[in-house]
C-alpha cells in the first residue's frame, strides 16, 4: 500500500491492480450466488416432478437453463419433464444440446433415438443406436431399437409397393404393425387411410387422419381431407370444425374456403329444418329440405336424409297418400331406415291401410325392435283387427284426421239417407236400421274425445268384448241409445 503512494505511472497501475482484485472479490461473490440459484431451481424441478406436479417442475428448470446454458444435464433434465408432459418435439431440441455439450453422453442419445424412431426418423434414429453401441456394444436397449429401425425400413418398403400395386389389404396390415414403432410419424397413417378410403371404409380413414392433424404443424390436407371424409357421411357438424381449422391455418387457402361456404350452408339449412320440426312447423320444415337437396345433389346421404324427414313432416300433415308415396320413395333408397318405415306405416293408418301398416311396422322391428317399434306394431295390428269388425272412419267416409264438424256433417247426412222412416218394406227397414246404428255409433265415438282417442289406439269403446257385463250391440252398454240421441230425427221404430 505504501508503495502505491507513489506518484507517476507505476501509481496509477498499482491503483488498477487494486481496483482488480476488489471487483474479483464481488465477481466471484456474484458467481456464488448464482450458482446457488441455479442449484436452487434444479432441486425444486427435481422434487416437484417427482410430485408429478409437471408445469411447475418446468418452470424451474427453465430458470435453471437461463442461468446456466452451459450445463448439459440442465438441458436433459428439462427434457425429461417435457417427456413426462407428452411434449417430445420440445424435448428433441433440449437432448440435442445436451449431446453438443457432452458428446458421450450416451441417456441423452439413447433417448433422442428413441423419440426420432417414434417420429418416422429412421436414419436419424439410427445414428443415435450407432453411437450408443459404439461406446457401449452391450446396451441392450440401443440394439433392440436398432433392430426396429430396420424392420420400420423393411415394413415400408414392403408397404409402398404393396400401394403402387394396389394391393391395399397387404399395405394396412404392413402399416399397422409400421405405426406400432412409429406411433408419431403422420405420414404412416395418412398412407393408411388413403388405403381405408379406396377400400371404402371412410371411418377408418377418419380414425387415422385425425391424430395427422396435431403430428404437423401445419397439416391443412389433413384437415381438408377430414372435413371432406365427415361432409359425405352426413356428419356436418364435424364437418365444419375441421375446415375451419383449416382457415385457422391460412384463412386465404382456396380450396379449404370453397369447401367451408359449401358446408357452412348446408350445415345452416339442415340445423334450420329441425328448429322448424321442433317448433311444429312442418311445411316450412319440408321447404327448407327441399333446399338442402338442391345445395348438395350429389352426396346419397343428404338427399336421403331429406327425404325420410319431408316423409315424416306429411305424415304430421296428415298428407296420407302425398306421405305415402314419399316414404316409399325414402323406403327405396334407404331400405333398412326404421324411421322410414314407421312414418309410412303411420301414413298407411291415416290412410285406413292397416294390413300395410302392420308390415311395415314389422319390417322395422327386424332392424330394430324399440319400444316405439313394438308400440306402433301393437297399434296397427289392433286397429287391423277393429276395421275387420267395424271402422267408425269408414263408416261416415271421413278421414282420420277429420274434425268434429267434419264428422258431424257426414253423421247428418248419412242418417237423414238411412233414417228408417225412409223404407217402406220391412227387409229394407232393417237393413236401414243396422246401418243407422252404425252411423250413429260411429258419431258417438268420433265426437267423443276419450272414445275417439280409445279406437285411435287401436280399442273400440263400444265393442262389449272390451266392457264388463257383456252383451250383444243392441244392449247398448253406455247410456247411448241411437233412437233417443239422433237430434232432429225423431220415427218410431217396431223390433220384432
Not at 426420432?116 to 439410427?126: E, F, H, I, M, P
Not at 414403432?181 to 388405403?195: K, T
Not at 280409445?454 to 280399442?459: H, Q, T
Not at 247398448?476 to 217396431?494: A, I, L, R, T
Amino acid at each position: 500500500m505504501e508503495s502505491c503512494r507513489r506518484t507517476g505511472l507505476s501509481g496509477v497501475l498499482c491503483s488498477l491492480s487494486l481496483l482488480c482484485v476488489i471487483l474479483d472479490i464481488q465477481l466471484d461473490g456474484v458467481l456464488g450466488a448464482a450458482q446457488a440459484e441455479i442449484e436452487h431451481h434444479l432441486e425444486m424441478g427435481r422434487k416437484l416432478l417427482a410430485a408429478g406436479q409437471l408445469a411447475e417442475a418446468l418452470s424451474h428448470y427453465h430458470s435453471a437453463v437461463e442461468g446456466d446454458s452451459k450445463n448439459y444435464l440442465t438441458f436433459y433434465k428439462r427434457a425429461a419433464v417435457f417427456l413426462a408432459m407428452g411434449k417430445s418435439k420440445s424435448a428433441l431440441p433440449d437432448l440435442t444440446m445436451a449431446i453438443q455439450l457432452k458428446p458421450d453422453f450416451l441417456a441423452a442419445r439413447l433417448q433422442r433415438g428413441n423419440i426420432l424412431l417414434k417420429q418416422g426418423s429412421t436414419q436419424d434414429a439410427r445414428e443415435d443406436f450407432e453411437a450408443v453401441l459404439q461406446r457401449s456394444p452391450d446396451s441392450d436397449e440401443a440394439q433392440d431399437q436398432l433392430m426396429k429401425a430396420h424392420e420400420l425400413e423393411e415394413l415400408q418398403e414392403v408397404a409402398h409397393a404393396a400401394y403402387h400395386q394396389g394391393d391395399y389389404s397387404t399395405t394396412i396390415e404392413m402399416m399397422g404393425r409400421a405405426i406400432e414403432i412409429s406411433p408419431w410419424d403422420p405420414e404412416l397413417r395418412e398412407l393408411r387411410a388413403e388405403c381405408y378410403i379406396r377400400m371404402g371404409d371412410p371411418q377408418k380413414a377418419i380414425q387415422d387422419l385425425t391424430p395427422t392433424t396435431r403430428l404437423r404443424n401445419d397439416n391443412r390436407a389433413a384437415f381438408l381431407k377430414l372435413s371432406l371424409l365427415h361432409y359425405s357421411q352426413g356428419e356436418h357438424h364435424e364437418s365444419l370444425h375441421h375446415i375451419r381449422e383449416c382457415l385457422k391455418l391460412d384463412q386465404d387457402d382456396k380450396e379449404c374456403f370453397s369447401h367451408y361456404k359449401q358446408v357452412k350452408k348446408l350445415s345452416k339449412q339442415l340445423d334450420s329444418a329441425e328448429e322448424l320440426i321442433q317448433e311444429e312447423r312442418h311445411q316450412d320444415a319440408i321447404e327448407k329440405y327441399e333446399s338442402v337437396m338442391k345445395t348438395e345433389p350429389k352426396v346419397a346421404y343428404y338427399t336421403n336424409l331429406a327425404k325420410e324427414r319431408i316423409c315424416y313432416c306429411l305424415v304430421k300433415l296428415s298428407s296420407a297418400l302425398e306421405a305415402i308415396d314419399m316414404c316409399s320413395e325414402a323406403h327405396q333408397r334407404d331400405p333398412r331406415n326404421t324411421n322410414v318405415l314407421r312414418d309410412r306405416a303411420e301414413a298407411y293408418i291415416l290412410n285406413q291401410d292397416y294390413e300395410k301398416a302392420v308390415e311395415d311396422y314389422q319390417e322395422a322391428r327386424e332392424f330394430d325392435d324399440n319400444q316405439e317399434i313394438r308400440e306402433g306394431l301393437e297399434r296397427a295390428q289392433k286397429l287391423l283387427k277393429i276395421s275387420r269388425k267395424r271402422d267408425y272412419y269408414k263408416i261416415l267416409g271421413v278421414g282420420r284426421s277429420a274434425n268434429k264438424q267434419e264428422i258431424l256433417k257426414a253423421y247428418r247426412k248419412l242418417a237423414q239417407q238411412w233414417h228408417p222412416d225412409n223404407f217402406q218394406l220391412e227387409s229394407e227397414k232393417k237393413e236401414a236400421e243396422k246401418k243407422f246404428i252404425d252411423i250413429a255409433s260411429a258419431k258417438e265415438v268420433l265426437t267423443d274425445p276419450e272414445m275417439r282417442q280409445k279406437f285411435d289406439s287401436g280399442e273400440d269403446p263400444l265393442d262389449p268384448e272390451n266392457q264388463q257385463g257383456g252383451g250383444g250391440r243392441e244392449s247398448w252398454p253406455f247410456h247411448f241409445d241411437p233412437f233417443q240421441s239422433g237430434g232432429s230425427f225423431h220415427f218410431k221404430f217396431q223390433h220384432n
